[in-house]
Every structure is written in C-alpha cells, then in structure tokens.
Nanobody, 121 residues
C-alpha cells in the first residue's frame, strides 16, 4: 500500500510562481524515480519533469528554464517549483512515483489524485 499526496496548487496570475509538493507514504523499500505530469483542459496527460534517485532531472521543452524538480529521498518527497507561469500551464498536476515495496518485489507505478493549477492572464 502506497499513497501519493500532492499539495500547493492554486490560482496565480501569469508571471507568478507556485511550488507543488508530493509526499509518498506506505510500504516503501525504494523509490526509483519520481515525476510530475499534468493534464491541461481538453488535452491528454503529459510529462512535465522527472527526477531519479540520484537527482538527475529531465524536463519537457515547454517548461525548461521555468520549472525545477527536486526530491528528498529521506522524506520520500518531490517538489516542483514553477516560475514565470503562463496560462498554458493551467492543468491538473499529478505526482508519479515508481516504487519498489520490498527487496524481493518488482517496482510498480503509483499516482497522486492531482492538484489544480490555474494561471490567469
């Protein structure tokens, strides 16, 4: 049993900033990678940023230079600092983690319930 809980979403004006946080809890042996996805209105879910256990990061082209993903392995958390927000960043943001629950088990995907980010122009 693993749960991911997001926080930090809200309404912000274009050019503003928000910081999203996600905490994983439950039966966790290791978290291989964590990521943030988003689903804009009328569009499919898309990858925003990923971070490995070793803090290697990758970003979607649309957010490079504006968003920063980071994780705290000791606390099983991942954050997304979003700066210079644009109306097109409006979406439901989802936390993702690939979790190994025990040393003898394979890894599985887990998702948070999502948090709304709305950027007004």
């Amino acid at each position: 049993q693993v749960q991911l809980v997001e926080s930090g979403g809200g309404l912000v004006q274009a050019g503003g900033s928000l910081r999203l946080s996600c905490t994983a809890s439950g039966s966790i042996f290791d978290i291989n990678s964590m990521a943030w996805y988003r689903r804009p209105p009328g569009k499919q879910r898309e990858l925003v940023a990923t971070v490995t256990r070793d803090s290697n990061t990758e970003y979607a082209d649309s957010v490079k230079g504006r968003f920063t993903i980071s994780r705290d392995n000791a606390k099983n958390t991942v954050s997304l600092q979003m700066n210079s927000l644009k109306p097109e960043d409006t979406a439901v943001y989802y936390c993702y983690a690939r979790v190994r629950r025990s040393v003898t088990m394979w890894s599985s995907d887990y998702w948070g319930q999502g948090t709304q980010v709305t950027v007004s122009s």
